[in-house]
């Protein structure tokens, strides 16, 4: 009952009457550590308050021996084991600050308060920000606020309401406008709704999001390819007479970008001369064994013609230099590029669109969209 007594933005008197400081103070340190051990966010202070409620009891269970038991134990170690493995080094460090013994019931149960506020925070990230415009008038624009909150609120971010008839369109600053008034000229990201909400407007405001949301997806998808492609390393129609030429010649000007030195192109040869790194039959990518790159990168040649690779023939070679600093953020985005390899036709597509080093990043960030 008391983790449902203190409400968000609760003030100092209220926290304190519930939450011991010197409690506060603890799980603040062990938060703070675990944020960042797993490079999460956790710095939020009703997250914080309400664990150190929950970590209360807990110290008291385990004073007690009187441990209470979780029927999804077994569920959240196996669908979310990197919640639960945060969890357990929040356990292990309330252990040694409170000389106590955590079973896996009570971790499943700190990992259920983890999971849901990360998920929470999932969420608000992907939530369209809202600007409401709606002239103030028998407080219609607050009706319009609760109406749209209850309909759409897993949906939209409200961040303000503008009651003025003269608004200032261009300072508006979110991802989406709804307006009962005309705006001024052709805004792409303004809908116009009635100040009394039709299923209609609703519709229209979805498909709005849905567009703003896939806009969005779209660029967070290029922005972290281009982290690791680059126009002076893509090459169209680069053919070379072996696998060992072509890794030297790719070699060469990973080099001359500064990303390998000669060391990591003779580690590359050496991998390739052990097994062919032909990953499907139209990608090869050869790389070294050690993350002894500078950085990672990606050189990229794209062929319209197939050419001899091992015991494949493949139109696209992508000579990846990995760095031991750039391995993990990198591992979403290779699978992302393997995956849209596996399927013969859509490679062709790729091959026959991406003329350009533009084309070509454009037309893999609409297939990993796809």
Request: proline content about 2%.
């Amino acid at each position: 009952m008391r983790t449902r007594v203190i409400a968000p933005g609760a003030g100092r008197d209220t926290v304190e009457e519930f939450v011991s400081p010197a409690d506060l103070a603890v799980v603040r340190g062990i938060v703070d550590r675990a944020s960042t051990e797993y490079l999460v966010d956790l710095h939020d202070e009703n997250f914080i308050v309400r664990l150190t409620l929950h970590v209360q009891n807990l110290v008291a269970r385990a004073h007690e021996n009187t441990f209470s038991r979780n029927p999804l134990t077994r569920s959240i170690k196996s669908s979310y084991p990197m919640i639960y493995e945060l969890a357990v080094y929040i356990a292990s460090r309330l252990q040694a600050a409170e000389g106590i013994e955590v079973n896996d019931d009570e971790i499943a149960y700190i990992a259920m308060h983890v999971g849901a506020y990360l998920e929470q925070q999932s969420r608000r990230r992907d939530a369209v920000t809202c600007a409401v415009v709606c002239p103030n008038y028998y407080d219609m624009h607050i009706l319009l606020r609760d109406r749209l909150e209850s309909v759409l609120g897993d949906e939209l971010d409200i961040t303000s309401i503008i009651t003025s008839t003269d608004a200032d369109w261009e300072a508006i600053d979110a991802d989406l406008v709804l307006t009962t008034i005309d705006p001024l000229g052709r805004r792409e990201n303004a809908v116009i709704v009635q100040p009394f909400l039709t299923e209609t407007d609703v519709e229209h405001i979805r498909q709005a999001a849905s567009r703003i949301r896939r806009q969005r997806h779209r660029a967070r998808i290029k922005s972290e390819l281009l982290e690791y492609f680059d126009e002076s390393l893509f090459l169209r129609n680069f053919y070379a007479r072996d696998p060992i030429t072509m890794i030297r010649a790719l070699g060469d000007r990973m080099i001359a970008a500064g990303a390998i030195d000669q060391e990591y192109v003779d580690q590359s040869l050496e991998r390739e001369q052990m097994s062919s790194t032909a990953f499907t039959d139209s990608l090869a990518v050869p790389h070294a064994m050690t993350m002894s790159a500078k950085r990672t990168a990606i050189a990229i040649v794209v062929n319209d013609t197939a050419i001899d690779w091992g015991d494949a023939r493949v139109n696209v070679i992508a000579f990846i230099a990995f760095s031991a600093a750039g391995r993990a953020s990198f591992q979403t985005v290779f699978d992302q590029f393997v995956e849209v390899f596996s399927d013969r036709e859509t490679v062709l597509g790729l091959i026959r669109r991406a003329d350009t080093f533009t084309a070509f990043i454009d037309e893999l960030v609409r297939i990993i969209d796809a």
